[in-house]
């Protein structure tokens, strides 16, 4: 799914942040086994850049050129701090800057989470620690009844245009006049401000894209919206997203099993439940864990 600009917050007139001040994430001690094992450039640095390509709430909201909020902003802190090492963020245009930098040894990682599909796992390696699902952002109390895409025959449905919902949602208006059933309008909006506007407008009945910033949107809707359809594939396969990292690289390893500690210890599953992630927790991080096409 798309990257999502800092100005979607700014459009919607809501606050940056879901986290309350009361929530604390444990502070980590540093591992000196993992420190030892870290490429020696990095020890020599003392420090990592982690790129990323704008703000995707409510995993990364960038707040300048260096400075990040939200759970990967908290995930960096804490992989940091068992490290041993700075990792400082730095932001640059499109997924494509992403992957080069991390290829041209510019930047050495990129904390993500970015979508894992086995046709990048041919030039970067992902340390996956989330799921993705494919859910719809509702008016309350879903008056159009949609739990599913067998519910949006004759419904109005907004999505990011030219993106793998708006493939999937055509591909289901087809299922449904196949059957007999009224065709989905299908509303294709070139942002995500547009798209949730126009449910919280009444102009669609739903809004069919990413479960994480859906719920991000929803939790700042003033109790506008919902979600609906919540852990379903929704036409899609296993969509995992991880931190970016080189190919075959010793990071990876590293980074890996500093994830493993991090599950361990809670402090994944504090940062998670921080910024009402809950639904997209894995079991336990993995190593290029796609498999097969996510749709």
Known sequence: MMKIATAITLALGLTATLAHAADVIPTQKVDQALHDRLPDDIKKAGKMISVNNGSFPPYEIVNGPHSMDGASADLTLALSQLLGVKIEHATVSGLSGVLAGINSGRYQLAIGPVGDYPDRQKKVDFVDFVQEFVVFGVQKGNPAKINGLKDTCGKRIAVMAAGSAEQVIRKQSAACTAAGKPAVTVQSFTDQPSSILAVRSKRSDAFFSSQAPLTYFVEQAHGQLELA??????????????????????????????????????????IMKKWKLDGNMIDAPGFNLAKGAAQ
């Open 229 to 270: 359809g919540k852990g379903q594939k929704n036409g899609f396969g296993d969509i995992f997203q991880g931190t970016v990292v080189p190919k075959n690289s010793q990071l990876g390893k590293v980074v890996l099993d500093g994830y493993k500690e991090l599950y361990q210890n809670g402090t994944y599953a504090a």
